[in-house]
């Protein structure tokens, strides 16, 4: 990591610890453990303290770890409130990041849409998630939650004869109560390299 990556990541933790511990236990939310506090982020074991993450163990120094710290320092402790949905285009101050979010959070998935019809189960249980019933369009959709007042809602298309596969990736409508604009576009980036990963089809 960058120092001035590390420097990024340092002061979302410094301004997270700031916050009485009863409130950011209850804004992450997570349980408190001797100064730590444990919850699952982007589908793996998270110990979140002053000095740093880890996941799954490992400490994470790279740019997941610097999304878990900015979400640590943001976050308000208020509801999620799902619908209406929110597309990354209509964000206040978008603008700027439509194009890589595109790219990265939603047409990386056009190769792999089949292979994610078949294996979403796994997927939505790997990020505490739900496969969404009532989706507006598409052939399946689901709900991921890779932090835990996140939620990214998916609709996908499989391919035909007349159109090619699509994948739409959309937030919650309040999802900038809980983190930065660059840091939603981000975790969306993280997040679909993850359900490739998981899904063992990259």
Not at 174 to 193: K, Q, S, V, W
């Amino acid at each position: 990591m960058s120092q001035n990556y590390l420097r990024i990541q340092t002061e979302y933790l410094e301004k997270a610890w700031a916050r009485p511990s009863a409130e950011l236990e209850a804004a992450l939310p997570a349980k408190l453990n001797d100064d730590r506090y444990q919850f699952r982020p982007l589908g793996e074991e998270c110990l979140l303290s002053k000095d740093g993450t880890t996941l799954s163990g490992a400490l994470a120094t790279g740019p997941e770890g610097l999304s878990i710290a900015m979400y640590a320092g943001s976050v308000l402790n208020l509801p999620v409130r799902l619908q209406p949905l929110k597309a990354f285009k209509e964000m206040p101050d978008s603008m700027p990041y439509h194009g890589a979010f595109h790219a990265n959070a939603e047409r990386i998935f056009i190769p792999h849409v089949i292979s994610l019809q078949t294996l979403q189960e796994e997927i939505v249980s790997r990020f505490s998630g739900h496969i969404n019933p009532d989706a507006p369009s598409g052939d399946f959709s689901f709900t991921l939650f890779p932090l835990p007042r996140i939620p990214l809602y998916y609709i996908f298309n499989l391919p035909d004869d007349e159109f090619p596969a699509s994948a739409t990736c959309q937030f919650a409508d309040n999802a900038i109560d809980f983190m930065p604009l660059a840091g939603l576009a981000d975790l969306a980036e993280y997040t679909a390299r993850r359900i490739i990963t998981v899904a063992g089809v990259k």
